[in-house]
């Protein structure tokens, strides 16, 4: 007889929190498909989901630790591989510092329950300020505005896109990435939705699917959006469109006061620099304020640029000036079912800085655009050794090259990882955790942004094999041989703390968040009762909240003008008092429906088809160059070159190209045996470590100057 069953929860691949059901016939996936009755998702997917199978049935990812010996990967066990990770991470740092051990986090983390909720103790016992993750090459910005204004690094408002009239986006692609800092499914129909009620406007260098789909779109020079926002403040003071409603008695400082800021930048001076006229400047602040429930959202493309947190900060002040903070169809806090920010640290800046560079920490963090000069410049407090949890930085941050080249000196380097990828190729030990599927899952993250208060939680699919490990399972085994229990209590604890695994966690943390019952286990949100909802609670849509959305203790929005618009005059150097080169191009990045930053290369059904990983460029850039569409060009940098096909497309600004990011899977001794026949080239082999948004740290992955120059022949030809 066969055994046939469905089973329900939410895809984990990207920020969108998709409901899907999983066929199982027998043992093996038959199909994956949207939910039609998930409580957020509506039955929305992406190509990505069916990626869940192939992983979970991908031969070539690794299911057993391994160490390299004498450049051979031979297996071990779980025990002896955890033993030896531990001592020798013991002894380097008893020999060379405690700092000398580096730890970088990817982006996967987010997106994995027990390692959300458990990673915490294996951190604190690694003893290190060097301490990285994927935050610096994307969203670091977002924290420092949210901690500075709002008093909590992740009371991060979100774009109310169901309510909205007037959705005005700098610097995002929803339709290729299923939207960021904005947990949305089935954007592509929401966004409609939302020119079905009023409009949609698109700023960005290149005319993406979502500018398409938008009313308008408008090009903008990359790295100059700081200066569009600075005019079109300029006029809402001028044109006297400030209108700060009920906003106005929760601000701790006086908005009025900044007139005289803003009074040097008019749209006409930003023009030409910006490649907008002032006209569309001036029209794009009208048509916001006539709309009766507009807002302004920007996301990768300014957050990861050189002015990244002042642009990010200018969104949040336009918001505020025009009473669209905490206001339905504007930006909205959430609130979500586990409540995190009051389990998590508020921020923190400064405390220690990077030993070469002097980068300032955010948040117990260095910038990761410091990372390869920590292990090359000999001194104390060098890093010797580094652990890379699920993260590729030799394909993700500025100038992989040089990564590549740097942890290849390392005394010692670890991964977490179920690949051998870039970066891990590296490694002594790789320990292997399973794939999603054989985890339980609960978005504790990706709820915090959502556009709708929801909660789901799905138990594995699949149970773990005994011979395979959770991510949690792998860090909280090592914080026990780094940092044995001092005395019986404490061994006790961490025993309960691994019987209740990230479900028990879980329990505890619905009963005490805002739906839960708190003491009445019986009343109230609870594990249980999401147990027993397949398809999720909805909690309702995003509610004003109270004290205009302060997380301060003075329950106050904080403008901190001086931490931020002191960044005015590096604006001011960058673009008026330096000429800026006229042969160079403007480099951005991409990304596509079907990629997943570096990892989801090996799924066949993702990679294959016509190659992805080409240069975008204009047709009267290309015709000036002599190039052709689909002939090879060098692109270069500071840093280093790449060589790609060219594809020629009005879509592009003209003196701006896109190569998207994640690939150039070339290099030797990776597991992704599929990939390699769509090798690609890696985007972060131009970009710059040096080149930063300086007053974050963020590196700058957008507007990087190149130059472009025609080959004549392919790399498959000059062989
Ligand atoms: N030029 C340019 N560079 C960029 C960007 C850009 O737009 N342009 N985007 C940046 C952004 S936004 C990000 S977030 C970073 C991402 O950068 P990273 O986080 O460094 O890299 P990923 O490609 O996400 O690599 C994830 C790794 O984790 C592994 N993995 C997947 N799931 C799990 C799991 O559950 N557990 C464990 N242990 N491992 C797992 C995968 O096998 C893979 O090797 O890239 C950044 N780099
Ligand atoms: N399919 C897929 N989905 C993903 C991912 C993926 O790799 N693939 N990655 C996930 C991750 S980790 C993240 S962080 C999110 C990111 O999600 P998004 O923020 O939507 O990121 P992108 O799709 O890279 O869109 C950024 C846009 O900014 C534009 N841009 C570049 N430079 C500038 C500039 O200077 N000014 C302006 N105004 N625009 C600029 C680019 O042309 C691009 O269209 O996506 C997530 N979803
Ligand atoms: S958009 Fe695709 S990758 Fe993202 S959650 Fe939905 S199905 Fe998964
Ligand atoms: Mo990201």
């Known amino acids: 007889m066969s055994a046939s069953k469905t089973h329900f929860r939410t895809c984990n691949l990207c920020e969108a929190m998709c409901g899907i059901a999983i066929k199982v016939?027998?043992?093996?996936?038959?199909?994956?498909?949207?939910?039609?009755d998930d409580s957020f998702s509506r039955g929305h997917i992406c190509p990505k989901a069916i990626a869940l199978k192939d992983l979970y049935e991908d031969p070539d990812r690794i299911r057993r630790p391994l160490q390299k010996v004498d450049g051979e990967w031979q297996e071990l066990s779980w025990d002896d591989a955890l033993d030896k990770v531990a001592a020798r991470i013991s002894s380097l740092q008893a020999e060379h510092g405690n700092d000398a051990l580096g730890v970088y986090l990817g982006n996967p983390n987010v997106h994995n329950t027990g390692a959300t909720l458990m990673s915490g103790g294996v951190l604190r016992a690694l003893k290190t300020k060097n301490k990285f993750s994927a935050t610096s090459v994307d969203q670091l910005p977002h924290h420092i505005v949210s901690w500075k204004l709002f008093g909590h690094?992740?009371?991060?408002?979100?774009?109310?896109?169901?309510?909205t009239d007037h959705f005005l986006m700098f610097g995002a692609n929803p339709l290729a990435s299923n939207g960021s800092i904005m947990s949305v499914a089935d954007v592509k129909q929401r966004l409609k939705d939302v020119r079905k009620r009023g409009k949609l406007v698109v700023v960005d260098p290149r005319r993406t699917a979502t500018a398409e789909l938008a009313d308008a779109h408008h090009f903008v020079r990359p790295g100059s959006d700081v200066l569009v926002l600075l005019a079109m403040l300029n006029v809402l003071f001028s044109d006297k469109l400030v209108k700060l409603g009920t906003i106005a008695e929760h601000l701790d400082q006086d908005p009025m006061d900044l007139e005289s800021t803003f009074a040097a930048y008019n749209p006409e001076k930003v023009a030409a620099l910006t490649g907008m006229s002032a006209e569309v400047i001036r029209g794009m602040v009208h048509?916001?304020?006539?709309?009766?429930?507009?807002?302004?959202?920007?996301r990768l493309g300014v957050s990861v640029q050189e002015f990244?947190?002042?642009?990010?900060?200018?969104?949040?002040?336009?918001?505020?000036?025009?009473?669209?903070?905490?206001?339905?169809?504007?930006?909205?806090?959430?609130?979500?079912?586990?409540?995190?920010?009051?389990?998590?640290?508020?921020?923190n800046m400064g405390r220690f800085h990077s030993r070469v560079r002097g980068l300032p920490e955010f948040n117990g963090e260095l910038p990761v655009a410091t990372l390869a000069e920590e292990i090359t410049t000999p001194g104390a407090g060098q890093i010797k050794g580094m652990m890379l949890i699920a993260g590729n930085p030799v394909i993700s941050t500025p100038n992989g090259e040089q990564l590549d080249r740097a942890f290849e000196k390392l005394d010692l380097l670890v991964a977490v990882d179920f690949y051998i990828n870039e970066s891990s190729r590296h490694a002594d030990f790789i320990l292997p955790p399973v794939s999603p599927l054989e985890r339980e899952h609960y978005d504790?993250?990706?709820?915090?942004?959502?556009?709708?208060?929801?909660?789901?939680?799905?138990?594995?699919?699949?149970?773990?094999?005994?011979?395979?490990?959770?991510?949690?399972?792998?860090?909280?085994?090592?914080?026990?041989?780094?940092?044995?229990?001092?005395?019986?209590?404490?061994?006790?604890?961490?025993?309960?703390?691994?019987r209740m695994g990230p479900s028990g966690l879980l329990a505890v943390l619905l009963r005490k968040g805002p739906y839960g019952g708190g003491a009445n286990p019986f009343s109230g949100l609870s594990l249980s009762k999401l147990k027993k909802s397949p398809h999720g609670v909805d909690l309702g849509p995003l509610q004003p909240a109270a004290a205009g959305g302060s997380y301060h203790r003075d329950q106050k929005l904080h403008l901190e003008t001086d931490f931020f618009l002191k960044d005015l005059a590096r604006v001011n150097t960058r673009?008026?008092?330096?000429?800026?080169?006229?042969?160079?191009?403007?480099?951005?990045?991409?990304?596509?429906?079907?990629?997943?930053?570096?990892?989801?290369?090996?799924?066949?059904r993702l990679v294959k088809g016509k190659d992805r990983c080409t240069a975008l460029i204009n047709p009267e850039d290309a015709s000036h160059l002599n190039i052709e569409d689909g002939q090879w060009l060098r692109v270069s940098s500071r840093v280093g070159s790449i060589d790609l096909a060219a594809a020629v497309s009005d879509e592009m600004m003209p003196g701006v190209i896109s190569i998207p990011h994640g690939w150039g899977h070339h290099r030797s001794g990776t597991q992704w045996q599929q990939a390699e026949a769509h090798a690609g080239v890696s985007?972060?082999?131009?970009?710059?470590?040096?080149?930063?948004?300086?007053?974050?740290?963020?590196a700058v992955l957008n507007g990087v100057p190149v130059t472009v120059q025609a080959l004549a022949h392919t790399p498959a030809e000059a062989v």
């Open 683 to 698: 985007v972060n082999d131009l970009t710059d470590e040096m080149h930063i948004d300086e007053l974050s740290g963020n």
């Open 308 to 347: 990244g947190t002042l642009t990010q900060y200018l969104i949040m002040l336009f918001n505020i000036l025009t009473g669209r903070l905490n206001s339905v169809g504007g930006l909205m806090f959430t609130k979500p079912a586990v409540d995190i920010l009051a389990q998590s640290g508020r921020g």
């Open 153 to 163: 690094q992740l009371r991060i408002p979100v774009p109310d896109i169901d309510n």
């Open 287 to 298: 048509d916001f304020c006539a709309a009766s429930q507009p807002v302004m959202y920007g």
């Open 25 to 36: 016939d027998d043992g093996v996936i038959t199909s994956i498909k949207g939910d039609n």
């Open 444 to 498: 504790v993250i990706f709820n915090v942004l959502a556009v709708r208060n929801n909660a789901r939680y799905a138990e594995a699919l699949f149970p773990r094999p005994a011979d395979g490990r959770h991510d949690w399972e792998i860090l909280l085994g090592l914080q026990d041989r780094l940092q044995p229990a001092h005395n019986m209590k404490e061994k006790l604890a961490r025993k309960a703390m691994q």
């Open 575 to 604: 673009f008026f008092n330096r000429n800026s080169g006229a042969d160079t191009f403007l480099l951005i990045g991409r990304r596509d429906v079907r990629s997943n930053n570096s990892w989801l290369h090996n799924s066949h």
